[in-house]
């Protein structure tokens, strides 16, 4: 039987909540526990795949497909484990389902209502992680906060389990946030005392409160807490704000929430071993070299569209022994003549995916610049695209070359339309999505940053490389690195003539891990390293 953590916010959102219980897992699993992280999601949208960034930061896609909220992403970095679609629930998903099995005839003539058809049905689905992983521990977290209407349904679902599943096996922890009023430099703790007391109104006492932070925490406000909410003195944890996320399990592990989970929960763990992760935070917190590394996109003044591609360059940083200074670079502006100065400065360049035609051409100047410059280059999804377009238009001088998403009526459309899309209408979920396999071309920059024949990578497009140009490029100094088995899709494409310029079709930076960085993403940094600083070795986390 899996134990549950149910994880709660209060007061504001945006305080960290799903690093949090990332980490939460971490320490668990540093116990020699399996570990599975749900997230539910109480937005009417069925997944995030048709919202904007601006609404919702990047798309996290997993192994099997699944368009996800980010904050899977740090569950899998930080418990490195693949999570499925079962892990992602949303308000959408759980009503399409009921409304589809009311036009069946599945409810027998009855009334369909909030409870119990739909509260039902998200206890059918939070009790489908344990059954898909056997996990230990699963940990549960439900975006927004204590009070959002949307969210009732779910943390009603949290108030039923404590009964069906047990008391002793449902365990509840609640993040809030202490408020720092300048004027009198003082932490308040009404806030947190408000939220727990909506908490409780709805049915729900928790057992640990997370008191994030951006000021420390002394020990008359712990006790506070502790007093007004009506939890253990050991259940209460001060979490300051740390200047590297990786820094949070370890400070939880220290505030003594690990051993109290496992005590209150009764679980046989073992004793925790964060050896390699303490190696890993050291090893990030004493890099003394700096490398620059511009990432060119059109929603750079939010940082969270590009979540997994920041993380994965910081993780083959630290494998190199070097802090990651990452510029971003509005592609936009890149259009307008601006920002050359600021590429002229950067050891990387990285464009990473994204859709629509806004700042595309920007992408295009940028994948010019890498090129003309040699400047190491890497391009994600989009960024292979644009980079091939690029050098279309200057190397083979076919100066309309564009993708069909942009220009339907090019003459030259090198990127195009996957065949197997044509006839799709509906955007949600319905692209190339999930693993697929990609075989290597021997003695390719790919090939020797994978160190094998064929590797499997996460996908997210439509469009594709124009089969009809391949050969043009070939001739022209374009290698395809890689292939999918049956040769039809283009996954990798790379410059001869360049120190590393190269593009992949699928998403590698949803599989980096902090102790265990993308190969890809290591050599790109490598490259950039080597340029400026001459040759590097990696750090060897496992010993």
Not at 396 to 414: C, G, K, Q, R
Not at 416 to 444: E, F, N
Not at 468 to 479: P, T, W
Request: with cysteine; net charge negative.
């Amino acid at each position: 039987m899996s134990k549950y953590i149910f994880c709660t916010g209060g007061v504001v959102s945006s305080v960290g909540k799903g690093v949090t219980v990332a980490s939460i897992g971490r320490i668990l699993k540093a116990r020699g526990l399996k570990v599975a992280i749900q997230k539910l999601d109480p937005y009417l949208n069925v997944d995030p795949g048709t919202m904007s960034p601006y609404q919702h930061g990047e798309v996290f896609v997993t192994a099997d497909g699944a368009e996800t909220d980010l904050d899977l992403g740090h569950y899998e970095r930080f418990i490195d484990e693949q999570l499925d679609a079962s892990c992602n629930v949303t308000t959408g998903q759980v009503y399409a389902e009921v409304i589809a099995r009311e036009r069946r005839g599945d409810y027998l003539g009855g009334t369909i209502q909030v409870i119990p058809h739909i509260t039902n049905e998200i206890k059918r689905r939070v009790k489908l992680v344990a059954k898909n992983t056997q996990a230990d521990v699963v940990l549960v977290e439900v975006g927004g906060t204590v009070g959002d209407i949307e969210g009732q349904p779910f943390l009603e679902v949290l108030r039923q389990l404590r009964t069906e599943l047990g008391r002793k096996d449902a365990f509840y922890i609640h993040v809030t946030f202490l408020p720092h009023i300048g004027a009198t430099g003082e932490l308040k703790t009404k806030p947190t005392q408000h939220s727990v007391r909506e908490l409780r109104s709805i049915g729900i006492q928790p057992h640990v409160i997370i008191a994030r932070s951006d000021h420390p925490v002394n020990e008359d406000l712990v006790e506070k807490i502790a007093l007004f909410c009506d939890v253990d003195k050991e259940g209460v944890i001060p979490l300051v704000t740390a200047n590297n996320i990786y820094e949070v399990p370890l400070m939880l592990e220290e505030s003594g929430l690990g051993d109290y989970i496992v005590d209150r929960l009764k679980l046989e763990a073992k004793p925790p071993h964060l050896k390699p992760w303490r190696k890993l935070v050291k090893s990030m917190k004493e890099a003394k070299k700096t490398t620059r590394i511009a990432i060119v996109g059109k929603y750079v003044e939010l940082h969270d569209a590009y979540m997994s591609v920041k993380e994965a360059l910081t993780h083959a940083g630290a494998a190199l022994s070097h802090r990651i200074e990452i510029v971003w670079v509005n592609s936009s502006d890149l259009e307008k003549g601006r920002q050359f100065d600021t590429l002229e400065t950067v050891q990387g360049i990285v464009v990473p995916g994204g859709f629509g035609y806004r700042g595309v051409e920007g992408k295009i100047l940028a994948a010019k610049f890498a090129r003309e410059r040699k400047i190491p280059y890497l391009g994600l999804c989009l960024g292979m695209q644009v980079m091939c377009i690029e050098f279309a238009r200057n190397v083979l001088e076919l100066e309309d070359a564009n993708s069909t998403e942009f220009e339907t009526s090019t003459d030259h459309p090198v990127i195009d339309l996957m065949i197997d899309q044509r006839a799709i209408t509906d955007l949600g979920g319905t692209m190339r999505l999930g693993l697929y396999p990609c075989v290597l071309q021997p003695g390719s920059l790919a090939h020797d940053a994978y160190g094998k024949h064929q590797v499997e990578e996460r996908h997210r497009h439509r469009w594709e490389l124009n089969n009809k140009y391949r050969e043009s490029l070939l001739a022209a100094g374009m290698v395809f690195s890689g292939l999918s088995p049956d040769e039809m899709l283009v996954e990798i494409a790379e410059l001869r003539e360049h120190p590393f310029m190269l593009g992949t079709q699928f998403h590698p930076e949803f599989s980096s891990r902090p102790d265990r960085p993308h190969p890809l993403f290591v050599a790109f940094v490598k490259s950039a390293i080597n340029g400026v600083n001459g040759s590097v070795k990696e750090t060897d986390y496992e010993s």
